[in-house]
Nanobody
């Protein structure tokens, strides 16, 4: 089992920056990929960014490419999402997730709210 706890959400003005953190426990952290997703009421959960277990590979959703950066510190069992040039449409609950043995994201955190004011 993997336990995930997000932090770092809050209110920020458009154009500003915010860094989310996700602390993991319960399994060898470097053995699995991690991802960030977001969701707003009435919409499907959207993929934001993903990173491999070693941190050597990353990928991003089209709406955040060039503005967000995912990283991880395996010594601290933590994955980060650095968000820059934030827009009001980035407002959402952000979730971190861990990949299981077959690649599906099968463990989720409780989410952290990010609100971007215009």
């Amino acid at each position: 089992q993997v336990q995930l706890v997000e932090s770092g959400g809050g209110l920020v003005q458009a154009g500003g920056s915010l860094r989310l953190s996700c602390a993991a426990s319960g399994r060898t952290f470097s053995s699995y990929g991690m991802g960030w997703f977001r969701q707003t009421p009435g919409k499907e959960r959207e993929f934001v960014a993903g990173i491999s277990g070693s941190g050597g590979r990353t990928n991003y959703g089209d709406s955040v490419k060039g503005r967000f950066t995912i990283s991880r510190d395996n010594a601290k069992n933590t994955v980060y999402l650095q968000m820059s040039r934030l827009k009001p449409e980035d407002t959402a609950v952000y979730y971190c997730a861990a990949q299981g043995p077959i690649g599906a994201f099968d463990h989720w955190g409780q989410g952290t709210q990010v609100t971007v004011s215009s």
